[in-house]
Every structure is written in structure tokens, then in C-alpha cells.
């Protein structure tokens, strides 16, 4: 069965910091990867996909790596403002599609103004 | 096509109840979602279409739980007999799928269900 760990669970930085979100998956079998943000009750909004033969992807600010035969990929944040603050949520899709996406816990971030 | 949509935002209901829920995916998307999220979690997988047809069921879907996806447009969700332990979001996504592939999921805004 799929696990997916997000490590830190939390963490507060002042506005204009670069970061790293952290993720680890147990089944290197997986097709897809994507990284969501959600701010407090609402949905969630698509950040980043990375297929499972793509090392990584880019999107303004925001830059997700993947590697698979670790089981890691990692969200970078470049110069961090308030309205990243969020919880940031990993999802891996295996299974050959059928399977959903298996989430995370999610990363609570907070950009200090 | 704004994204997808999802009715009602917030439901509350009593024990024992029978509830349903609708989802509106992105047009053009021939594979739908539904998820469930509990606080301080992420979302969890219920159950997936491909275009109409039900191709998956978690564990977590309980025999009170039904999907529907008629002529593969929207989606409906019901749950029979609610339990407090059914309060969550509930969430619906959408995606292109293809031979070998799957894209990026697209989600909803969710629908609140709070059982007293």
C-alpha cells in the first residue's frame, strides 16, 4: 500500500525566504506526482504535475523535483511571500490511474509579513 | 468552462439521514474522482469513473455509499443512513486519461457535510 510522508508538518519563515517542502512516497510505482496548495476550507489547487518519466517542473516561483527511485520529491519556493502562506499537499497517482491520488498530510506554511 | 463545480457547499444533516451530493467535472475530462477529507488529513480516495463506467472503490466506501456517473457527464455521490463519523469534505476532481496516462486532477470546492 501507498504512503505518503510530508516532512515538516509546519513551518513559519519571514517573507522573501527561499524554502523546501519535503516529500517521500513508499512505492517507487508511480505514474504521476502532483503537489496542490489549500487555504482553509476550500478545495484544492493544482501547483505542479510531474510524470513519472519528467525529473521536474517549473511554474513562476515555484520549482517541484522528482525522484523516483528514492521514493523523494521537494517543492521550492522562491522569495516566499504572505500569500503562500497555505498547507501545501503532495499526491502520488499509481496503480495505472485506477487507483485515485494518495495524499499526504500537507505542510503548513506560514510567511511572516 | 470555469472548472469543476460541486453542490451543495455545505450540508447538514441528522443522524440516520440519506444524503446526495453532485459534482459538475471540467467538460472536456472523461475521468472523475471523489475523495473525502477529515481535518488535519489529506484526502482520501473513494471512488473513479471513466466516463460512466465505476472502475474503482476504496475499502472506504462503505456498502451506505453510492456513486452514479449517468452518460458520463456529472456525478453523484449519496450516503445512506449517515453516521456522525461521516462528517468531512467531500471532494470531487476531474482529469484527461488516456492509454498509459493520466493527467493533471482539477478539484472542486468540496461539499461540508456536518451530521448531528
Known amino acids: 500500500k501507498q504512503e505518503v510522508t510530508q516532512i515538516p508538518a509546519a513551518l513559519s519563515v519571514p517573507e522573501g525566504e527561499n524554502l523546501v517542502l519535503n516529500c517521500s512516497f513508499t512505492d517507487s510505482a508511480i505514474y504521476n506526482l502532483q503537489w496542490f496548495r489549500q487555504d482553509p476550507g476550500k478545495g484544492l489547487t493544482s501547483l505542479l504535475l510531474i510524470q513519472s518519466s519528467q525529473r521536474e517542473q517549473t511554474s513562476g516561483r515555484l520549482n517541484a523535483s522528482l525522484d523516483k527511485s528514492s521514493g523523494r520529491s521537494t517543492l521550492y519556493i522562491a522569495a516566499s511571500q504572505p500569500g503562500d502562506s497555505a498547507t501545501y499537499l503532495c499526491a502520488v497517482g499509481s496503480g495505472g490511474g485506477a487507483d485515485g491520488l494518495t495524499f499526504g498530510k500537507g505542510t503548513h506554511l506560514i510567511i511572516q509579513p | 468552462d470555469t472548472g469543476v463545480s460541486q453542490d451543495p457547499r455545505h450540508k447538514i444533516t441528522k443522524r440516520g439521514q440519506n444524503v446526495t451530493f453532485r459534482c459538475d467535472p471540467i467538460?472536456?475530462?472523461?475521468?472523475l474522482y471523489w475523495y473525502r477529507q477529515t481535518l488535519g488529513q489529506g484526502p482520501e480516495f473513494l471512488t473513479y469513473f471513466q466516463n460512466e463506467a465505476q472502475l474503482e472503490k476504496s475499502r472506504l466506501l462503505s456498502d451506505r455509499f453510492s456513486a452514479e456517473r449517468p452518460k458520463g457527464s456529472f456525478s453523484t455521490l449519496e450516503i445512506q443512513r449517515t453516521e456522525q463519523g461521516d462528517s468531512a469534505m467531500y471532494l470531487c476532481?476531474?482529469?484527461?486519461?488516456?492509454?498509459?496516462?493520466?493527467?493533471?486532477?482539477?478539484f472542486g470546492p468540496g461539499t461540508r457535510l456536518t451530521v448531528t
Open positions: 467538460s472536456e475530462h472523461n475521468r
Open positions: 476532481a476531474s482529469s484527461l486519461g488516456w492509454a498509459g496516462g493520466v493527467g493533471e486532477q482539477y
